[in-house]
Nanobody, 127 residues
Framework: HVQLAESGGGSVQPGGSLRVSCVSS????????LAWFRQTPGKKREGVAA????????YYADSVKGRFTISGDSAENSVSLQMNRLQSEDTATYSC????????????????????WGQGTHVTVSS
């Protein structure tokens, strides 16, 4: 069965950087859209970035464009999110999600499209 395991969360000061990673198992890596979502208490889960493992397309939320970079590694069946110039508003629990088929601009940020989810890793940005 499909499993997603995140790692790399932690605490950082504003302006700092963190990298979170997600290793997948039980899926055909090149046939999925792998995405990162984030959520804070009382708020709706937000799509942050997505990566089409088959063709390498990348999608980003406007709030993170130019600061975050998503990348995939087929050798490790993983997807990572490099987060630079972090702001307090980036504080959240970050979860990896998998959707069979490619990412599309019309659906990558819709959490209801994703069948598989990791447990999440927490990121805190605070001075």
């Amino acid at each position: 069965h499909v499993q997603l395991a995140e790692s790399g969360g932690g605490s950082v000061q504003p302006g700092g950087s963190l990298r979170v990673s997600c290793v997948s198992s039980g899926l055909t890596y090149n046939d999925y859209c792998l995405a990162w979502f984030r959520q804070t208490p009382g708020k709706k889960r937000e799509g942050v970035a997505a990566f089409s493992t088959g063709v390498g397309n990348r999608y980003y939320a406007d709030s993170v464009k130019g600061r975050f970079t998503i990348s995939g590694d087929s050798a490790e069946n993983s997807v990572s999110l490099q987060m630079n110039r972090l702001q307090s508003e980036d504080t959240a629990t970050y979860s990896c999600a998998a959707l069979r088929g490619g990412c599309y601009s019309t659906r990558w940020a819709d959490e209801s499209e994703y069948r598989f989810w990791g447990q999440g890793t927490h990121v805190t940005v605070s001075s």
